[in-house]
Structure formats: structure tokens, C-alpha cells
Antibody
Framework: QLQLQESGPGTVKPSETLSLTCTVS??????????WGWIRQPPGKGLELIGR???????YYSPSLKSRVTISVDTSKNQVSLNLNSVTAADTAVYYC??????????????WGQGTLVTVSS | DIQMTQSPSSLSASVGDRVTINCRAS??????LNWYQQKPAKAPKLLIY???SLQSGVPSRFSGSGSGTDFTLTISTLQPEDFATYYC????????FGQGTKVEIK
């Protein structure tokens, strides 16, 4: 059974870099059938797609975050990583990783990790 | 960006009710539309993909319809475990989510 587990610091100081890891178990992140995404949710608010990465290494980022985001994979550890630099309080959110599925040009995320809360505070 | 607007933002309903949630796109997304359910302090769960295809394991009381700019998620007979927030998401271009519809107990 596929499982995704996010991990990383619960608090990050303003202007610093938020770094999270998603450890995938039950499937290889190198599979060409899937891709991997990061989505965030500020407290009490809706969902925002951060970006996604394909097995080829190709990445797509949200235009609003593109200048600050990097998503990468470590196939040896079966992990997907997120780096978001120059954070502010507006980046405080629950961060989710999820597996992306593509079928006849349709795309969706399933399943999702449990999420991890990151607070930006000095 | 394509804006996704859900209506209503919240609704109150009773167990056994038929519930409909609407999602409107600012431009056509054809059928590149998914629906997710999120319970408090839990991760979202995929319900419907490609506007009307039921994800494996999801109860058949959930259904999706629509194409172009107007979509609907219907719960035919509301169950206690269905009280949650529901999000639509377009995956046609620069994928975006709706703001969510909270289904509360009446």
C-alpha cells in the first residue's frame, strides 16, 4: 500500500528557507506512471498547488511561487523534497505531498500524505 | 490563471438529504475537473476525476457531472461520514482549486 510521509522543521524563521521531505513507501518514485506534487493549505483556508515533478526530472511550479520554489527527487532514498526560500508569515501552512496520476491527459492527486504544519515565525 | 468558484461556500444538511455542490470555472476546462473531500485535520481524498469518473473505493452515492465551465458534485443520500469540506480542482491549465464548500450538520 502506497504511503507518503512529510517531514521537516515545524518552525522556520522569516527570510530563511523552508525544507521538507516526502518519504514514499510502497512504490518507487522512479515509476514513469506517476509524478509527485506538493500542495499547501494555510490554516483555515483552501488548497494551493505548489508544484510537481516527473520521473524525468521535469518540474512545473505555481507562477506565484516559481521564483522561490525548488522540487527535487532522491531516488536512492525514495524521497521527494521541497525547498521554499525567503519565507514570510504568508507561507505558514500545512504542506502536503501527493502522488500524481495521469490518464488520457487528465491528472489528479491520489493519495496524499498526512501533511505537516510549518509555521514561519521568529 | 483559471479561477474556480464554488457555491455555496457552506451548507447545512441532514442525514439522508440530497446535496449538490457547484463549481464554475472562469474559462472552459472541458472535463479536466476533479473533486476532493477533506475532513478536519485530514488530508484531502480524491472522490471524482475527469468530471464524472468515480475513484475506486468511493461510495456510489457520490457523483460528478458537467463540462466546460459548470460542474456539480452530488451526494445522493448524505451520510454522517460525509460532513466535510469539498474542493473542485481544474487540471486543464496551471492547475487550481476552488475555495471549498463546507457541508455541516443541520
Amino acid at each position: 500500500q502506497l504511503q507518503l510521509q512529510e517531514s521537516g522543521p515545524g518552525t522556520v524563521k522569516p527570510s530563511e528557507t523552508l525544507s521538507l521531505t516526502c518519504t514514499v513507501s510502497g512504490d518507487s518514485i522512479s515509476s514513469s506512471n506517476y509524478y509527485w506534487g506538493w500542495i499547501r493549505q494555510p490554516p483555515g483556508k483552501g488548497l494551493e498547488l505548489i508544484g510537481r515533478i516527473y520521473y524525468s526530472g521535469t518540474t512545473y511550479y505555481s507562477p506565484s511561487l516559481k521564483s522561490r520554489v525548488t522540487i527535487s527527487v532522491d531516488t536512492s532514498k525514495n524521497q521527494v523534497s521541497l525547498n521554499l526560500n525567503s519565507v514570510t508569515a504568508a507561507d505558514t501552512a500545512v504542506y502536503y505531498c501527493a502522488r500524481g496520476v495521469s490518464w488520457e491527459l487528465h491528472n489528479w492527486f491520489d493519495p496524499w500524505g498526512q501533511g505537516t504544519l510549518v509555521t514561519v515565525s521568529s | 490563471d483559471i479561477q474556480m468558484t464554488q457555491s455555496p461556500s457552506s451548507l447545512s444538511a441532514s442525514v439522508g438529504d440530497r446535496v449538490t455542490i457547484n463549481c464554475r470555472a472562469s474559462q472552459s476546462v472541458y472535463t479536466y475537473l476533479n473533486w476532493y473531500q477533506q475532513k478536519p485535520a485530514k488530508a484531502p481524498k480524491l472522490l471524482i476525476y475527469a468530471a464524472s469518473s468515480l475513484q475506486s473505493g468511493v461510495p456510489s452515492r457520490f457523483s460528478g457531472s458537467g463540462s466546460g465551465t459548470d460542474f456539480t458534485l452530488t451526494i445522493s443520500t448524505l451520510q454522517p461520514e460525509d460532513f466535510a469540506t469539498y474542493y473542485c480542482q481544474q487540471n486543464y491549465r496551471t492547475w487550481t482549486f476552488g475555495q471549498g464548500t463546507k457541508v455541516e450538520i443541520k
